[in-house]
């Protein structure tokens, strides 16, 4: 590898140990073995089993392996709504999946937040007749993120609906009430440092009653990666398609590796190194931090507006090594 370090937000800079996972899967043949063998089997166990004790997933939730978060975004309005989604949207991620599910022909709301601001609950009517509430852990095109409590009260103001959650950028540091929580969804390139081609989707037991009742009622799509197929798969281990073998094999190694670093202590470390560098933005003539409220600042996408030109501040960076971020859409 080159000595450039990625302060990017997806693909971002990877894990330490992957560069040693990689050369061992090849010595393993994990490239080459089927994905209905034996092995196959103890691969995805695994990684599913290192999942649950880093994400503290509990054994009513099943783990699914899908190609990527977006894919998970079409999947579970498919297998998870008839009729109604609704949405928190605060960026282009939180945007992309509401239009998602209007591309699907759902009849589906939002609220939406100015860019760079979170949401007041509280206040936020969500329809009775909403099947799932879509929130986003971490708004990675803004640096904004909603706070495990509040992603608690959601499910509070809508105990009858689904709740899931998008946290690409933000899984493992998140610790999520999985009593609240029904569903959580992310890829591994962003906090994970993988590289990218994977989605994880957890889904509780609820989410399959759901598509089982859309399929009973002939109101289902049976695509490849449909829910029922995917759960039906994970009893034995197994996917429907032929997975990324590789990415499932480096998640389970690399989730291992932050479970021997147990995954209080990433967070405490995550929160030393944000508040390090809000602090520094502040303090900075040059920036300043883009998220005004304290509370919704992201300590894993960090995103600061700066006085001089973005370009010539990535830039400067490149000469030492260091690969910036550019932004997101608009910004
Ligand atoms: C990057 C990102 C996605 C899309 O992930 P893909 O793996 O590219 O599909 C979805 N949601 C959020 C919050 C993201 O940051």
Redesign the pocket.
């Known amino acids: 590898m080159s000595d450039k370090i990625f302060f990017t ?2 693909p971002a800079h990877l894990y330490p140990t992957v560069s040693t996972h990689i050369q061992t899967a090849l010595k393993e043949d994990i490239g080459s073995i089927s994905h209905r063998s034996k092995q196959f089997h103890g691969i995805y166990q695994h990684s599913a089993e290192q999942l649950r004790t880093l994400m503290g997933i509990p054994s009513g939730f099943q783990v699914l392996f899908l190609g ?4 998970i975004w079409e999947r579970s309005i498919e297998s998870l709504v008839q009729k109604k989604s609704f949405h928190f949207v605060n960026g282009s ?1 939180s945007k992309r999946y509401f239009e998602i599910a209007q591309l699907l022909q759902k009849d589906s709301q939002k609220i939406e937040a100015t860019f760079g601001q979170g949401f007041n609950i509280e206040t936020t009517q969500i329809p009775s007749d909403a099947e799932l509430v879509c929130v ?1 852990s ?3 095109s803004s640096g904004v993120y909603m706070p495990e409590n509040e992603i608690n009260e959601v499910k509070e103001k809508a105990p009858n609906s689904l709740l899931i959650v ?1 946290a ?2 933000s899984v493992p540091y998140p610790k999520f009430d999985f009593t609240k929580v029904d569903s959580v969804l992310f ?1 591994v ?2 906090a994970f440092g993988l590289p ?1 081609g994977l ?1 994880v989707w957890i889904v509780n037991d609820k989410c399959i009653e759901k598509a089982n009742k859309l399929k009973a009622s002939g109101k289902y799509s049976g695509t490849y990666h449909n829910l029922i197929a995917l759960v039906d798969g994970a009893k034995k281990f197994e996917t429907p398609a032929t997975p990324n073998v590789l990415n499932m094999y480096l998640l389970g190694k690399v989730a291992e590796d932050m479970n021997r670093v147990g995954v209080e202590k990433l967070r405490s470390l995550t929160n030393q190194k944000a508040e390090m560098t809000y602090s520094f933005l502040e303090k900075s003539p040059t920036f300043e931090p883009f998220v005004k409220e304290i509370t919704h600042r992201s300590p894993t996408v960090i995103v600061a507006d700066c006085q001089l030109p973005a370009a010539e501040i990535i830039e400067l960076g490149k000469k030492d090594g260091l690969v910036i971020g550019s932004g997101y859409g608009a910004f």
């Open positions: 937000p997806g990527s978060a977006t894919e991620f986003t971490n708004e990675t998008d690409v950028s890829s390139q962003k990218a989605g």
